[in-house]
């Protein structure tokens, strides 16, 4: 009799956590993250499978001895890939164009006498934020931080939630509920959204940014909030005010590659140029996250997740800070914001947590002998659902609200 183990990955445009669970745990047997950049050197078919499954899955079997042996085991597999998904694959626009094919590996088609990739049955490819979302569902309290006194207790349980999240790019979801309390993850790209500036410095950021990536009329949001937006607003401001560098921290800064924004944040102190690059970030992230409030007024939660968000605390919590002085400054419909319930994500492996309810959903499907659902109807059918969503929202009709969340 076979084994099952749920295999999960969350694929960030800079690393790729992967886990490895018993069908009945919540917390992972094995968990191993890999540098993207170390192991996906290339666009070639099959690599991530081949340079990072496989060798996940190698390093499992030959430290864990508990695992059953590998001839009697089958993995049941969803990854949590940055990109919109179709098909059951994604193609990594910031990763040579690659491409993960969740139909591929698990019929072995580019590695096809790899022993482990033998024993995935079924590969669940799906958006890297979609998991951020499903992985707010599983927060306890102590893995939060209140933005707004009191935020806990205006949790409604049956309102809808929505996940921003900033780190090598800039991820935006939102979750409604069934009649029976049961939430459902929409993707967005809510990320490439215009950036919006707020100050004159920001006016002349936003000019230095159409000009190097070319762009006629619009700067994506994503361009400031993020990692490489950190690295976008730093390098604005040393040619903007070339007298205030520092020499050893810029020369650091110019030799970091794609850690840029990660040695800004190390030396954002009061004062800097570094410094004043953080709080220009944190500002437009606190503004789009309290645009996120505005538009879908979150009553259930509105989580402020990404790798940047607890290596930053500091200049997001707090009403003074540069973050919530932003997500409060919205006119006359600020007072709407004061009803939603605002949280910083102090934990960093949401994604694995979503990709391992989503492995969960795919484990009783396959037991159960059900086909796999088609990705490209799964794809067609997240699209359809969320305008069905707004068009019950929109006349009141929450049978259709219904239909649409259990798509």
Known sequence: MSTTYLLTGDIGGTNSRMGLYGIDDDIPLVVKPYRNKDHLTKKEDGIFEKNIIAPFLQHCWETNTNLA????????????????????????????????????????????????????????????????GYGCLTLKPDEVRELNPGSLGKIDPTGPKVCVGAGTGLGECFLTP????????????????????????????????????????RVSVERVVSGRGLANCYEFLAKEFPDRVDKAVHEAFEKAGDMQGKEVAVNAKPGTLCGEAMEIMMSAYGCEVGACGIKFIPTGGLYVTGGLT??????????????????????????????????????????????????????????????????????????????????????????????????
Request: aromatic content about 8%; proline content about 4%; overall charge positive.
């Open 69 to 132: 042996a590998l001839e009697n085991s089958q993995i049941v597999a969803c990854l949590a890939v940055a990109g919109p998904v179709q098909n059951n694959s994604v193609r990594m626009s910031n990763l040579h164009n690659l491409v993960i094919d969740g139909n591929a590996i698990a019929k072995q088609m580019y590695c096809p006498k790899e022993p482990y990739l033998n024993r995935i049955k079924v590969c669940k490819i799906i958006n890297d934020f979609v998991a951020q």
């Open 310 to 407: 607890p290596k930053n605390i500091k200049f997001i919590e707090g009403q003074d800070s540069p973050f919530m002085k932003a997500y409060h400054d919205k006119g006359r419909v600020t007072p709407i914001l004061k009803n939603v319930p605002i949280f910083a994500v102090m934990t960093e492996d949401l994604g694995v947590r979503g990709a391992h309810k989503c492995a969960e959903i795919e484990y009783e499907r396959f037991s159960s002998g059900k086909a796999p659902v088609a990705a490209k109807t799964a794809s067609k059918t997240d699209s359809n659902s969320a305008v069905m969503l707004a068009l019950a929202a929109a006349a009141g009709d929450a049978a259709a609200m219904v239909v649409a969340t259990r798509k």
């Open 178 to 217: 069934d009649v029976e309390g049961n939430y459902s993850c929409f993707a967005s790209e809510g990320g490439h959204v215009e950036y919006a500036p707020r100050t004159d410095v920001q006016v002349k950021l936003w000019q230095y940014l159409k000009k190097k990536f070319d762009s006629k009329a």
